[in-house]
């Protein structure tokens, strides 16, 4: 949704920063769910490395006002409720995943964090 609605606003507001910066987190979504699909043993490392950095980014990037030359701020733009919309649901997408990445590690004990908590007895 997000991609589609760069494309329905124009390319043209984004830096080039901004839009590299977009399409390299995109591509490793793209492994990350093809990894899950094909149950690579990888994929809920692939996932956590990939969903918070990239919730973190996107949010950073559009959510804050303008920072840098990374930044494309929404509070300081002309944009509608619908880019306003595919950011929040890329936001939770990326969040979901990489939730979804860490759950699998903690079941299946493969994250080195305990999940009754530090004081929890061994």
Same mark, same amino acid.
């Given at each position: 949704m997000h991609g589609l609605d760069h494309f329905r606003r124009g390319f043209d507001a984004l830096t080039a920063q901004v839009y590299w910066a977009g399409q390299i987190p995109s591509a490793l979504g793209l492994?990350?769910?093809?990894?899950?699909?094909?149950?690579h043993y990888l994929a809920p490392w692939v996932a956590v490395l990939v969903g918070f950095p990239m919730a973190l980014g996107v949010? @950073?990037?559009? %959510? /804050?006002?303008?920072w840098r030359s990374?930044?494309?701020a929404f509070p300081?733009?002309?944009?509608?409720?619908?880019?306003y919309a595919a950011v929040l649901t890329e936001i939770a997408g990326a969040l979901a995943l990489g939730v979804a990445? @860490?759950?699998? %590690? /903690?079941?299946?004990?493969r994250l080195p964090i305990d999940p009754r908590g530090p004081l929890a007895a061994r």
């Open positions: 492994i990350a769910i093809a990894l899950v699909l094909f149950r949010a @950073a990037s559009h %959510l /804050l006002p303008r990374l930044s494309e300081s733009s002309a944009v509608d409720a619908l880019s990445g @860490a759950c699998v %590690l /903690l079941v299946s004990g």
